[in-house]
């Protein structure tokens, strides 16, 4: 009778574990570039295994574009990139962005199209020679784990002049 009641004890400490757990493990979304080609005719190359989105290389030029103040976008360099969230995440409402120095909350950076939520993001950061490597994290649910995905410019991109 002590060993059915371990086993059942056990086995309710285990499936408590796995719904609470350390955090969700979803596997990462993808990473592409985003629709309007944010940087020009650039290579792009998304790593699976380290979640790495690799962005120009050797004699490639990244665009520059004009202050923008309708859309409150700085002047600069920029490249653009979608993330998709992972396929078994519905409800945004507790996804986490950090990014840059700037958190958002909530699901509020999520894409929005025609007032209907999508399934990803786009960011278009300014970039520079001093700014060539940097993350991205996302937490999807509150229980999840974060997510990092490294954006790089390759080496040997050059960067347009605003001229």
């Known amino acids: 009778m002590k060993k059915k009641v371990y086993t059942i004890l056990a086995l309710l400490l285990v499936v408590t574990t796995l719904m609470i757990g350390c955090g969700r493990e979803y596997t990462y979304g993808r990473v592409e570039r985003d629709s309007a080609q944010t940087g020009g005719s650039l290579s792009f190359v998304y790593d699976e295994t380290t979640h ?9 030029v990244i665009a520059f574009y004009p202050e923008e ?5 700085a002047k600069g360099n920029r490249i653009g990139f979608k993330i998709y969230a992972p396929c078994d995440v519905k409800d945004f409402s507790k996804a986490k962005l950090s990014f840059q120095g700037t ?5 509020s950076f999520m894409q929005s199209v025609y007032e209907q939520n999508m399934n990803y993001f786009v960011l278009t950061p300014l970039v520079s020679e001093d700014n060539k490597n940097f993350d991205v994290k996302v ?6 784990k974060e997510m990092i995905y490294h954006i790089v ?3 040997g991109t050059k960067f347009a002049s605003e001229s």
Do not use: K, L
């Open 103 to 107: 958190e958002y909350n909530g699901g």
């Open 139 to 144: 937490t999807w649910t509150q229980e999840a």
């Open 153 to 155: 410019i390759a080496d």
């Open 69 to 73: 103040p309708s859309i409150n976008r």
């Open 52 to 60: 790495t989105a690799t962005f120009g290389g050797e004699g490639e």
